[in-house]
Protein backbone atom coordinates (compact mmCIF):
# COMPACT_ATOMS: atom_id res chain seq x y z
CA UNK A 1 0.00 0.00 0.00
CA UNK A 2 2.95 2.30 0.98
CA UNK A 3 4.53 1.66 -2.64
CA UNK A 4 0.92 2.34 -4.31
CA UNK A 5 0.54 5.80 -2.03
CA UNK A 6 4.44 6.76 -3.08
CA UNK A 7 3.95 6.52 -7.16
CA UNK A 8 0.64 8.19 -6.97
CA UNK A 9 2.39 10.85 -4.99
CA UNK A 10 5.42 11.06 -7.16
CA UNK A 11 3.24 11.39 -10.50
CA UNK A 12 1.22 13.70 -8.51
CA UNK A 13 4.43 16.20 -7.54
CA UNK A 14 5.62 15.80 -11.26
CA UNK A 15 2.57 17.05 -12.91
CA UNK A 16 1.92 20.03 -10.58
CA UNK A 17 4.16 22.23 -11.63
CA UNK A 18 3.32 25.75 -11.73
CA UNK A 19 4.40 28.40 -13.59
CA UNK A 20 5.94 31.56 -12.81
CA UNK A 21 3.54 34.54 -12.84
CA UNK A 22 6.10 36.48 -14.55
CA UNK A 23 6.38 33.68 -17.33
CA UNK A 24 2.98 33.49 -18.00
CA UNK A 25 2.88 37.35 -18.43
CA UNK A 26 5.50 36.86 -20.99
CA UNK A 27 3.74 34.52 -22.79
CA UNK A 28 0.88 36.19 -22.71
CA UNK A 29 2.71 39.03 -24.33
CA UNK A 30 4.49 37.50 -27.32
CA UNK A 31 2.00 34.72 -28.11
CA UNK A 32 -0.75 37.06 -30.17
CA UNK A 33 2.18 39.18 -31.46
CA UNK A 34 3.64 36.27 -33.16
CA UNK A 35 0.55 34.32 -34.55
CA UNK A 36 0.18 37.37 -36.43
CA UNK A 37 3.83 36.94 -38.32
CA UNK A 38 2.06 33.88 -39.83
CA UNK A 39 1.63 34.78 -43.84
CA UNK A 40 -1.92 34.38 -44.39
CA UNK A 41 -3.44 34.73 -40.66
CA UNK A 42 -6.95 37.08 -42.32
CA UNK A 43 -7.77 34.18 -44.07
CA UNK A 44 -7.82 31.96 -40.67
CA UNK A 45 -9.24 34.36 -38.51
CA UNK A 46 -13.07 33.96 -37.96
CA UNK A 47 -15.57 36.72 -37.03
CA UNK A 48 -12.88 38.76 -36.92
CA UNK A 49 -11.18 36.92 -33.51
CA UNK A 50 -7.96 35.12 -32.91
CA UNK A 51 -9.05 32.20 -30.83
CA UNK A 52 -6.61 31.01 -28.26
CA UNK A 53 -7.67 27.50 -26.50
CA UNK A 54 -5.67 26.68 -23.26
CA UNK A 55 -5.01 23.10 -22.75
CA UNK A 56 -4.81 22.78 -18.80
CA UNK A 57 -4.83 20.13 -16.21
CA UNK A 58 -6.75 20.10 -13.01
CA UNK A 59 -3.61 21.37 -11.10
CA UNK A 60 -3.14 24.06 -13.72
CA UNK A 61 -6.12 25.76 -13.67
CA UNK A 62 -4.66 28.83 -11.22
CA UNK A 63 -2.14 29.22 -13.69
CA UNK A 64 -4.65 28.77 -16.58
CA UNK A 65 -6.63 31.87 -15.12
CA UNK A 66 -3.34 33.71 -14.44
CA UNK A 67 -2.67 33.48 -18.30
CA UNK A 68 -6.11 34.30 -19.66
CA UNK A 69 -6.34 37.48 -17.45
CA UNK A 70 -3.14 38.59 -18.35
CA UNK A 71 -3.81 38.28 -22.07
CA UNK A 72 -7.16 40.57 -21.90
CA UNK A 73 -5.12 42.91 -19.61
CA UNK A 74 -2.36 43.24 -22.53
CA UNK A 75 -5.24 43.18 -25.25
CA UNK A 76 -8.62 44.92 -23.35
CA UNK A 77 -8.98 45.95 -27.35
CA UNK A 78 -7.59 43.08 -29.28
CA UNK A 79 -4.21 43.13 -31.40
CA UNK A 80 -4.04 44.75 -34.68
CA UNK A 81 -8.02 45.16 -35.25
CA UNK A 82 -8.90 41.51 -33.90
CA UNK A 83 -10.87 40.77 -30.68
CA UNK A 84 -8.88 37.65 -29.22
CA UNK A 85 -11.15 35.11 -27.54
CA UNK A 86 -10.23 32.58 -25.26
CA UNK A 87 -11.55 29.40 -24.81
CA UNK A 88 -10.44 26.34 -22.50
CA UNK A 89 -9.97 22.62 -22.59
CA UNK A 90 -8.77 19.79 -20.08
CA UNK A 91 -6.84 17.28 -21.05
CA UNK A 92 -9.05 14.93 -19.20
CA UNK A 93 -11.86 15.47 -21.40
CA UNK A 94 -10.63 16.76 -24.69
CA UNK A 95 -11.55 14.37 -27.49
CA UNK A 96 -10.41 16.45 -30.94
CA UNK A 97 -9.19 20.06 -31.68
CA UNK A 98 -11.37 22.99 -32.01
CA UNK A 99 -11.58 23.99 -35.51
CA UNK A 100 -11.83 27.84 -35.05
CA UNK A 101 -8.40 27.97 -32.93
CA UNK A 102 -5.66 29.63 -33.76
CA UNK A 103 -3.33 29.54 -31.36
CA UNK A 104 -3.13 25.94 -28.78
CA UNK A 105 -1.20 26.76 -25.48
CA UNK A 106 -0.15 23.45 -23.95
CA UNK A 107 0.16 23.80 -19.70
CA UNK A 108 2.57 20.99 -18.32
CA UNK A 109 0.94 17.07 -18.57
CA UNK A 110 1.80 13.61 -19.56
CA UNK A 111 4.15 13.12 -22.46
CA UNK A 112 1.26 10.94 -23.61
CA UNK A 113 -1.50 14.13 -23.31
CA UNK A 114 0.87 16.36 -24.90
CA UNK A 115 1.58 14.46 -28.24
CA UNK A 116 -1.83 13.68 -28.64
CA UNK A 117 -3.01 17.12 -28.52
CA UNK A 118 0.20 18.86 -30.85
CA UNK A 119 -1.18 15.65 -33.50
CA UNK A 120 -4.60 16.61 -33.42
CA UNK A 121 -4.47 20.35 -33.41
CA UNK A 122 -1.98 19.72 -36.19
CA UNK A 123 -4.94 18.87 -38.03
CA UNK A 124 -6.53 22.31 -37.36
CA UNK A 125 -3.51 24.37 -38.66
CA UNK A 126 -3.16 25.92 -35.21
CA UNK A 127 -0.25 27.31 -34.35
CA UNK A 128 1.42 25.20 -30.76
CA UNK A 129 2.69 27.61 -28.27
CA UNK A 130 4.54 25.40 -25.48
CA UNK A 131 4.26 27.02 -21.49
CA UNK A 132 7.22 24.35 -21.64
CA UNK A 133 11.08 24.39 -24.10
CA UNK A 134 10.81 20.88 -23.54
CA UNK A 135 7.57 20.24 -24.96
CA UNK A 136 8.90 21.58 -28.84
CA UNK A 137 11.14 18.10 -28.94
CA UNK A 138 7.31 16.22 -28.77
CA UNK A 139 6.25 18.56 -32.05
CA UNK A 140 5.09 22.30 -30.32
CA UNK A 141 5.80 25.29 -32.75
CA UNK A 142 7.33 27.73 -30.77
CA UNK A 143 7.70 28.46 -27.07
CA UNK A 144 9.99 31.27 -24.96
CA UNK A 145 13.80 31.61 -23.64
CA UNK A 146 14.00 33.77 -20.73
CA UNK A 147 17.64 35.05 -20.29
CA UNK A 148 19.16 38.26 -20.87
CA UNK A 149 17.14 38.42 -23.57
CA UNK A 150 13.50 37.56 -23.86
CA UNK A 151 13.25 35.45 -27.09
CA UNK A 152 10.62 33.13 -28.98
CA UNK A 153 11.77 29.41 -30.05
CA UNK A 154 11.01 28.40 -33.09
CA UNK A 155 10.62 24.82 -33.86
CA UNK A 156 11.17 24.64 -37.65
CA UNK A 157 10.46 21.28 -38.25
CA UNK A 158 7.19 21.16 -36.62
CA UNK A 159 6.66 24.43 -38.26
CA UNK A 160 7.19 22.73 -41.85
CA UNK A 161 5.32 19.89 -40.66
CA UNK A 162 2.18 21.43 -40.00
CA UNK A 163 2.11 23.60 -43.47
CA UNK A 164 2.20 26.99 -41.80
CA UNK A 165 4.17 29.48 -42.82
CA UNK A 166 5.66 32.60 -40.92
CA UNK A 167 6.92 35.75 -41.98
CA UNK A 168 11.20 35.93 -42.20
CA UNK A 169 11.23 38.48 -39.39
CA UNK A 170 10.39 36.01 -36.75
CA UNK A 171 13.38 33.97 -37.42
CA UNK A 172 15.57 36.81 -37.15
CA UNK A 173 14.09 38.21 -33.74
CA UNK A 174 13.94 33.66 -32.64
CA UNK A 175 16.08 31.27 -31.83
CA UNK A 176 15.81 27.86 -33.59
CA UNK A 177 15.36 25.16 -31.60
CA UNK A 178 17.94 22.36 -31.91
CA UNK A 179 17.00 18.96 -31.04
Known sequence: MKVIISIFLFYSFLFSKTIDNSLLDIHATIMPKVL???????????????????????????????????????????????????????????????????????????????????????????????????????GAMISIDVGKKVKPIVNLKAVKRSGISFKPVLLSISKVYKK
Not at 37 to 52: A, G, R, S, V
Not at 60 to 75: G, P, Q, R, T
Request: charged residues 30%; contains cysteine; neutral net charge.
Open 36 to 138: LLEHNIEYKIINNKINITIAYEKNSYKDMKFLKKAIESKYPNGISGYEIEIDFINYDTFTKCKETTNILYIFPSSQKNINNIINEYRKCDAVTFASEKEYLEN
